[in-house]
T-cell receptor
């Protein structure tokens, strides 16, 4: 079963408008982290924002906010006041808690959403 | 702030050759992860090291091996290269005390197999 589902292969938004990128996840762990990364066409992977499973408040980081609905297992990324430089691929990813100790907290990624910001 | 350093940025090899990718994690980060991202795909976990010991293994071919050295830098060794190995290879590092720390990625090595 897919652990991270991003249902929007592509999204378009007008400059200065807000946009929501969807992400749902599947885990049986109580402790997990949800992350959003931005990948421009140049290829680098840029960390944007993080939400912990125990966090009661939605995470915010500048123009980025995370709409975390734990019961629905969703962690949507909201970008406010879109800019042309926001055009990129956006990946939702999850790290799950490990019962075996050590450090096994690999990231599992969704398929990504390609955001295009129009002038 | 110091970031994850990967080298080389680009690498062109022919089939059946070998390649070595290097990764220098952020100072004081104790865990290194390697990911492979094929064209138009999401990154897939290959292997990870915690305090210089292999901590987890994903879909890494037997032709690939990796290690982490005493200075915490890591190398991914790839042998008998195939056309399907053409991909963007990322190294990421974090200070792992649970699943709540972000992994910080290097800029990646773009490997092309001719």
């Amino acid at each position: 079963a897919q652990k991270i589902t991003q249902t929007q292969p592509g999204m378009f938004v007008q400059e200065k408008e807000a946009v929501t990128l969807d992400c749902t996840y599947d885990t049986s762990d109580q402790s997990y982290g949800l992350f959003w990364y931005k990948q421009p066409s140049s290829g680098e992977m840029i960390f944007l924002i993080y939400q912990g499973s125990y966090d009661e408040q939605n995470a915010t980081e500048g123009r980025y906010s995370l709409n975390f609905q734990k019961a629905r297992k969703s962690a949507n990324l909201v970008i406010s006041a879109s800019q042309l430089g926001d055009s990129a691929m956006y990946f939702c990813a999850m790290r799950e808690g490990s019962s075996s100790g050590g450090s096994n907290y690999k990231l599992t990624f969704g398929k990504g959403t390609l955001l295009t910001v129009n002038p | 702030a110091a970031g994850v350093i990967q080298s080389p940025r680009h690498l062109i090899k022919e089939k059946r050759e070998t390649a070595t990718l290097k990764c220098y994690p952020i100072p004081r980060h104790d865990t290194v992860y390697w990911y492979q991202q094929g064209p138009g795909q999401d990154p897939q976990f290959l292997i990870s090291f915690y305090e210089k010991m292999q901590s987890d293994k994903g879909s890494i071919p037997d032709r690939f091996s990796a290690q982490q050295f005493s200075d915490y830098h890591s190398e991914l060794n790839m042998s008998s290269l195939e056309l399907g190995d053409s991909a963007l290879y990322f190294c990421a590092s974090s200070f792992d005390r649970g699943p709540h720390q972000p992994q910080h990625f290097g800029d990646g090595t773009r490997l092309s197999i001719l």
